[in-house]
């Protein structure tokens, strides 16, 4: 039985429905786990399809755009870019370690998306704008009622402060993952930037002296380890503010010496 109803359908259509499919086989082999017992998704498959086919779609207009005219150089540029296309689909369906491939390609498709979400919204600030200017101070004959261009404007607001709420708080969460260590080699390289260290189940038998040398460590971890004392020297750590030492054998003498020797501002977890 022939599909009929593709009969009647532009060049566009077809490569419409060509980028739809196409996001769905990425979709697929990106998700596809390694373990066969894993099952996938429909629904994590839908969003990233819809994801990749928004993003494939700009292309895929600019290239029919491209191929009705004569620019030669342009139809060179957009042949590179859909072979590229086919190569990522063929590797991914060949190659058994495609983890470095992917982080790569997820920046990379991270900063597109930014791109054309920051394009959308700045066009519509402006279209609003240009709105706002005609109704409001222009002498033009506009029947659309002044309120909703006060509700565009609050919209607008709204937007507007969502996104800088998620910027400030990427910002924050970037911040705080630079700040916190859960390595001593690793956190000894940026001693003066380690504020948070975690050192739980290093089967440590004694306490670090390195981690005297972090001045601005505010919270110390070391549960589930073999500690038996703490040194002195600890009290030197003027920003220490939480000291988790759970899970370790450390006699009674130890914790009340330990309470006397440390500031009260100091919470202590044995």
């Known amino acids: 039985m022939t599909l009929m109803f593709l009969a009647g359908l532009t060049p566009f259509g077809y490569a419409f429905i060509g980028v739809v499919l ?26 990233l399809a819809l994801i990749i086919g928004f993003i494939l779609m700009f ?3 600019i290239t029919f755009e491209i191929m009705e005219g004569d620019n030669v150089n342009a139809k060179l540029g957009m042949l590179v870019f ?14 058994k370690k495609t983890t470095n491939v992917k982080n790569i390609l997820l920046s990379f498709l991270k900063y597109i998306l930014f791109l054309i979400f920051l394009g ?31 509700l565009c404007i609050f919209f607008l607001a709204v937007l507007t402060v969502v996104i800088a709420g998620l910027f ?10 630079k700040s916190s260590f859960y390595a001593l080699e690793e956190a000894k390289l940026k001693s003066d930037l380690v504020e948070e260290l975690n050192l739980s189940n290093k ?3 004694k306490f670090p002296d390195e981690i005297l040398q972090f001045k601005n460590l505010r919270f110390l971890t070391l549960s589930h380890n073999d500690i038996h004392e703490i040194p002195n020297e600890i009290n030197k750590l003027d920003k220490l503010i939480g000291l988790d030492l759970s899970h ?23």
């Open 22 to 47: 196409l996001s769905f086989l990425i979709s697929y082999l990106w998700l596809r786990p390694s373990n066969k017992k894993n099952n996938l998704g429909c629904v994590s498959i839908g969003i």
């Open 82 to 95: 859909w072979v590229f296309i086919l190569c990522l689909v063929v590797y991914f369906l060949v190659a």
């Open 59 to 61: 292309p895929a207009t």
């Open 120 to 150: 959308l919204f700045l066009s519509m600030c402006f279209g609003m704008a240009y709105y706002i200017y005609l109704r409001l101070l222009t002498t033009e004959k506009n029947t659309d009622p002044v309120w909703m261009a006060f």
């Open 168 to 177: 400030i708080r990427n910002k924050e969460a970037d911040k705080k993952q």
């Open 203 to 205: 089967q440590l038998n």
């Open 248 to 270: 370790n054998p450390i006699s009674d003498i130890e914790r009340n010496r330990l309470r006397k020797l440390l500031s009260k501002e100091v919470e202590i977890v044995f």
